[in-house]
């Protein structure tokens, strides 16, 4: 558990409280590889602190399922949309690897906000975390080349190429597992 909260020093230097209330809302779980840890059509009530292991946010589209995130070691998962809005997903989240994870249900975060308003800075702080992923992501898929985002992502996470499944990491980077191969064997 420490670790997540050593890569957040800054902010449990200034609370120092909020380390021991986190550890109490947080359950150690472990899932095996290819576990559906949420499955679309529901509204996700969990999010995830990974401490071993890797895992992705996939939806289908014509039969295929396509990567739009991909989590590993000391980072969180979940479905945003549905865990912040409250709505049904059409996101899953699966287990690429077997998973050892810190499990925070949304009502007891949703209740230790309410309890001591300090902690929401918690709240901002992951969410600004998420804001500025989801940017750079539409910007790489957007203003960059098939090989710019093939490079930038084994520049950022070069452990994913060695972990994970080519055709995941292709779908992730918005290309055709010929195009990922072709690219990767330059």
Do not use: W
């Not at 203003?143 to 060695?162: D, G, M, S, W």
């Amino acid at each position: 558990m420490n670790s997540f909260f050593e890569q957040n020093a800054d902010l449990l230097l200034k609370n120092p409280e909020l380390a021991k209330v986190f550890q109490g809302i947080m359950k150690p779980e472990k899932y095996a590889k290819h576990h559906i840890l949420h499955e679309a059509g529901n509204i996700c009530n969990h999010m995830y602190i990974i401490t071993s292991g890797i895992a992705r946010v996939f939806y289908y589209k014509e039969e295929k399922d396509i990567t739009v995130h991909i989590s590993a070691e000391q980072e969180t998962i979940t479905t945003i949309d549905s865990f912040v809005q409250r709505k049904k997903s059409k996101y899953n989240i699966e287990a690429l690897e077997d998973l050892e994870v810190l499990k925070i249900a949304h009502s007891d975060l949703e209740n230790l906000f309410e309890t001591n308003p300090r902690y929401e800075r918690f709240g901002r702080l992951f969410l600004q975390k998420i804001y500025i992923d989801l940017v750079e992501r539409i910007d790489d898929l957007q203003l960059h080349t098939a090989q710019e985002r093939y490079n930038i992502l084994l520049q950022k996470k070069p452990y994913l190429f060695n972990r994970i499944a080519s055709k995941h990491i292709a779908s992730f980077l918005g290309m055709t597992p010929e195009t990922f191969s072709r690219i990767r064997g330059k």
